[in-house]
């Protein structure tokens, strides 16, 4: 088991900064990747970032060129910093984990809300 934590999060302007950080605990070694995804009101879910524990990253092309990803494998912990944001940023973050052996681990989920 993988026991996800977030922070951050909250109500900013338009064009404004966030930052949302997650910390892993349990069955850490196994983790592949951890990233972040987010489910605006009446919508899926989406993948926003990704981080592999090689350091490599992924990004959502609607995020590409004003958030990153970044993290620490030691402390078992993924930020996401978050610029210019726009009123389509709104939504719950969720930090994600994935696993060896398969399978995926999610936070509990923080509010983001951009308001114009």
Known sequence: ????????????????????????SGSTYRINAMGWFRQAPG?????VAIRRTDTSTLYADSVKGRFTIFGDN??????????????EDTGVY???ADVRGGGFY???????????
């Open 43 to 47: 919508k899926q879910r989406e993948l």
């Open 1 to 24: 088991q993988v026991q996800l934590v977030e922070s951050g999060g909250g109500l900013v302007q338009a064009g404004g900064s966030l930052r949302l950080s997650c910390a892993a």
């Open 74 to 87: 030691a402390k078992n912990t993924v930020s996401l910093q978050m610029s210019s944001l726009e009123p």
């Open 106 to 116: 999610w936070g509990q989920g923080t509010q983001v809300t951009v308001s114009s």
């Open 94 to 96: 969720y930090c994600n």
